[in-house]
């Protein structure tokens, strides 16, 4: 089992649709948990970090995480052609600043 | 300019040879890390730094030397290149000191290796 997994995708969604990003991670211990968008072609840039069990909220993206369940997530609402790119999810396990990033999902969103 | 940079951005060699992959960062960050990232792999994590002179290996350091000899500056060599080696090179920085800090990116190397 990888550390860090996502869905595979391409996930495509219209414009102005939700659309919903997925990550596991297999470490209990893990501390904090990121959301990375990247471009094609560009780095990984931060759009959200959560901490603590629940949802966090950053204009038209939320970020849920659910410990027990091992699970985080990325809401992005009201969908545009610009969020359209790859989505990596990173775990940092302990106090190492070691992430672990997940292998990313395709976002396509379709005007 | 401040921020997180890499040099050369685009670099073609041929195997055997020697490559040095450059990386500064302005914000004086303790810890910096290299990552390479394939297509099917994401992003590998080759070597990081917790501060000058303090380095570790990440999941893939075979083929690879660094060393930090100064806070602002983590070198990677590739000391002998091999075509497997061909990957998009991304160094990364952060402050440290909690487990909550972002890791922010450069704009990363292209390396082909012929």
């Known amino acids: 089992q990888k550390e860090v997994e996502q869905n595979s995708g391409p996930l495509s969604v219209p414009e102005g649709a939700i659309a919903s990003l997925n990550c596991t991670y297999s470490?209990?211990?893990?501390?904090?948990f990121f959301w990375y968008r990247q471009y094609s072609g560009k780095s990984p840039e931060l759009i959200m970090s959560?901490?603590?069990?629940g949802d966090k909220e950053d204009g038209r993206f939320t970020a849920q995480l659910n410990k027990a369940s091992q699970y985080v997530s990325l809401l992005i609402r009201d969908s545009q052609p610009s969020d359209s790119a790859t989505y990596l999810c990173?775990?940092?396990?302990?106090?190492?600043?070691?992430?672990?990033f997940g292998p990313g999902t395709r976002l396509s969103v379709l005007p | 300019d401040a921020g997180i940079t890499q040099s050369p951005r685009y670099k073609i060699t041929e195997t055997g040879r020697q490559v040095t992959l450059m990386c500064h960062q302005t914000?004086?960050?303790?810890?910096m890390f290299w990552y390479r990232q394939d297509l099917g792999h994401g992003l590998r994590l080759i070597y990081y730094?917790?501060?000058?002179?303090?380095?570790d290996k990440g999941e893939v350091p075979d083929g690879y030397v660094v060393s930090r000899s100064k806070t602002e500056n983590f070198p990677l060599t590739l000391e002998s290149a091999t075509r497997s080696q061909t990957s998009v090179y991304f160094c990364?920085?952060?402050?440290?000191?909690?487990?909550?800090?972002?890791?922010?990116f450069g704009p990363g190397t292209r390396l082909t290796v012929l």
């Open positions: 990173a775990v940092n396990k302990d106090y190492g600043q070691n992430f672990v």
């Open positions: 914000w004086s960050h303790s810890y």
């Open positions: 990364a920085s952060t402050s440290g000191g909690t487990p909550y800090n972002e890791q922010f």
């Open positions: 959560i901490y603590s069990n």
């Open positions: 730094s917790a501060a000058a002179d303090i380095t």
């Open positions: 470490d209990r211990g893990s501390q904090s």
